[in-house]
């Protein structure tokens, strides 16, 4: 049984940091580019960040660049987004999402969601 669960989200105020987790099983999770993205209530969900297989590149949205990072621990199935100096326009729900094309065949899972609150 796939599963992905995120945890780690909360209300935080302007300036401060947070650090999302999502923990994977029932699949592969070294065989799968991990991706964290957001929606906000009324908006389009958004990709944030991607992180390769083995973790030796990552790439992330112009709004969120030089404040989150994006890391993976292929040991323990686990992928995480550190967020700092998060600002109002960060209030989303994070969703962490697996990715994987294998030959023609597309696999993608998705986590329930973390909310995180910016707000003074």
């Known amino acids: 049984q796939v599963q992905l669960v995120e945890s780690g989200g909360g209300l935080v105020q302007p300036g401060g940091s947070l650090r999302l987790s999502c923990a994977a099983s029932?699949?592969?999770?070294?065989?799968?580019?991990m991706r964290w993205y957001r929606q906000a209530p009324g908006k389009e969900r958004e990709l944030v960040a991607t992180?390769?297989?083995?973790?030796?590149?990552?790439d992330y949205a112009a709004s969120v660049k030089g404040r989150f990072t994006i890391s993976r621990v292929n040991a323990n199935n686990t992928v995480f987004l550190q967020m700092n100096s998060l600002k109002p326009g960060d209030t989303s729900v994070y969703f962490c999402?697996?990715?994987?094309?294998?030959?023609?065949?597309?696999?993608?899972?998705w986590g329930q969601g973390t909310q995180v609150t910016v707000s003074s």
């Open positions: 999402n697996a990715h994987r094309i294998w030959g023609t065949s597309l696999s993608s899972y």
């Open positions: 029932g699949f592969i999770f070294s065989t799968y580019v």
């Open positions: 992180i390769a297989r083995d973790g030796g590149s990552t």
